[in-house]
């Protein structure tokens, strides 16, 4: 049977790990809190498109409006602003700069950064009322027979927000703000196979604010951590070693 003695020191280093272990959740494990969707956006035809483009490791974005033909944006129509589905609203699509020159890897292609806009009012090519501009990079882009996605999230990526419309800068808590989005792109032509190339595609998406679950520890935090491991670590040790002596003492 184990004297007080002997469980001491036990106690003492189980100390140390649970401070470490502690401090390495810390570091490693994301808070939890909830995302909250800032708005919902569709396509309502097949007939304008995005487009992807591909040269070498290079693969573009384009959004392309068919009336007219010289069109930068195409028209969409806006679902969901923050958790209450609203009456369609017209509004355009656009894609600015939206590219990447990172090799591919199976049906996945990271690296892509850019800008989204969704602007109301029949502005097109990214003027008038601004309801969403998404400036992003990180982005990942999925191909994979005739459905894929582009999307981008925090913390690897850097999504921000901005917006002149008062409905989304309520959602948003001011004008700007981070978050994620999600793009699904159906009916993609030509259907695609791994590695994927050029196509041209529909789109609809889900933009949101950023998830504390996603959060990164502050650097105040992590430095807390750091300074707590090594400080708990030697009490653990200081915490054995007289004991153990007085110990071995009285039992000589």
């Given at each position: 049977m184990r004297s007080a003695t002997n469980r001491v020191p036990v106690l003492a280093r189980l100390l140390?790990?649970?401070?470490?272990?502690g401090?390495?959740?810390?570091?490693?494990?994301?808070?939890?809190?909830?995302?909250?969707?800032?708005?919902v956006f569709g396509q309502t035809d097949n007939?304008?498109?995005?487009?992807?483009?591909?040269?070498?490791?290079?693969?573009t974005l384009t959004t392309h409006g068919v009336t007219p033909t010289t069109s930068i944006s195409i028209p969409v129509v806006i679902t969901q602003i923050g958790n209450v589905p609203v009456s369609p609203a017209a509004?355009?699509?656009?894609?600015?700069?939206?590219?990447?020159?990172?090799?591919?890897?199976?049906?996945?292609?990271?690296?892509?950064?850019?800008?989204?806009?969704?602007?109301?009012?029949?502005?097109?090519?990214?003027?008038?009322?601004?309801?969403?501009?998404?400036?992003?990079?990180?982005?990942?882009?999925?191909?994979d027979g005739a459905s894929g996605s582009l999307a981008a999230s925090v913390p690897l990526n850097t999504v921000n927000f901005t917006t002149q419309d008062p409905s989304v800068e309520a959602v948003l808590g001011g004008t700007t703000g981070v978050?994620?989005?999600?793009l699904s792109f159906a009916g993609i032509t030509p259907s695609q196979s791994v590695p994927f190339?050029?196509?041209?595609?529909?789109?609809?998406?889900?933009?949101?604010?950023?998830s504390a679950a996603h959060v990164i520890?502050?650097?105040?935090?992590i430095a807390m951590a750091l300074w707590a491991v090594p400080l708990w670590a030697v009490l653990g040790m200081l915490g054995y070693r007289p004991l153990r002596h007085r110990y071995k003492s009285s039992k000589a």
């Open positions: 140390s790990c649970t401070l470490v272990l401090c390495a959740a810390l570091l490693g494990l994301p808070t939890s809190a909830s995302a909250g969707t800032i708005l007939t304008n498109f995005v487009q992807a483009a591909f040269s070498g490791d290079t693969a509004a355009f699509e656009t894609f600015v700069g939206v590219t990447s020159s990172t090799p591919q890897t199976g049906d996945l292609k990271g690296g892509f950064s850019g800008e989204i806009i969704i602007s109301q009012y029949s502005a097109e090519n990214g003027f008038g009322v601004i309801a969403l501009d998404t400036k992003f990079s990180g982005g990942t882009l999925k191909a978050g994620a989005f999600a190339a050029g196509f041209t595609t529909q789109n609809s998406g889900v933009f949101s604010t950023v520890p502050e650097p105040a935090s």
